[in-house]
């Protein structure tokens, strides 16, 4: 199922590029909130989304990349660290000049070998100077439980 999915938005991807937008690139750090503090030290990853202005301010897309969980080296010895892959739509307000409020809404994907996924969320609200974003945000993951992590971020438009 986790490579349908894949398969399915790397082909939306390829798919969307073609038309009029912009492709976003970046990376994020992060740290580990709530229940999934008491485990991982530290979130690490990269982020790309592709945009289209649909209204005066308003750009909407999707979104996608992969977030790495380290886990605290008291638990290395009985559990690996937590990838997730999110697969989300994604919209951004332009509330002033070069600041927005954004969010990403889908489903994440844990990469690791019987973890289930769950309902994806990160809003998010940032600065814009020229073709730099950067942003605070809290990325979640919901599914009988959570794990969630306040991050930074910076995006490239490309």
Do not use: C, R
Not at 11 to 40: E, T
Not at 47 to 62: E, K, R, S
Not at 67 to 74: A, F, G, I, T
């Amino acid at each position: 199922m986790k490579k349908l999915f894949l398969a399915g938005a790397l082909a939306f991807f390829v798919g969307v590029s073609a038309q009029s937008g912009y492709p976003k690139l970046g990376f994020h750090l992060g740290i580990p909130v709530g229940d999934a503090g008491d485990i991982y030290s530290f979130n690490v990853g990269v982020d790309a989304a592709y945009l289209w202005n649909v209204a005066p301010n308003f750009d909407l897309g999707v979104a996608t990349g992969y977030s790495h969980y380290l886990v605290k080296s008291d638990f290395s010895d009985f559990i690996d660290g937590l990838g997730l892959i999110p697969i989300a739509a994604t919209g951004k307000y332009t509330v002033a000049p070069n600041f927005f409020l954004g969010a990403d809404l889908g489903y994440g994907l844990f990469t690791n070998e019987g973890a289930d996924g769950g309902f994806y969320y990160q809003p998010k609200i940032g600065y814009e100077s020229g073709k730099t974003e950067f942003y605070l945000g809290y990325k979640g993951v919901s599914n009988d439980g959570s794990i969630g992590s306040v991050n930074v971020g910076i995006n490239f438009k490309l």
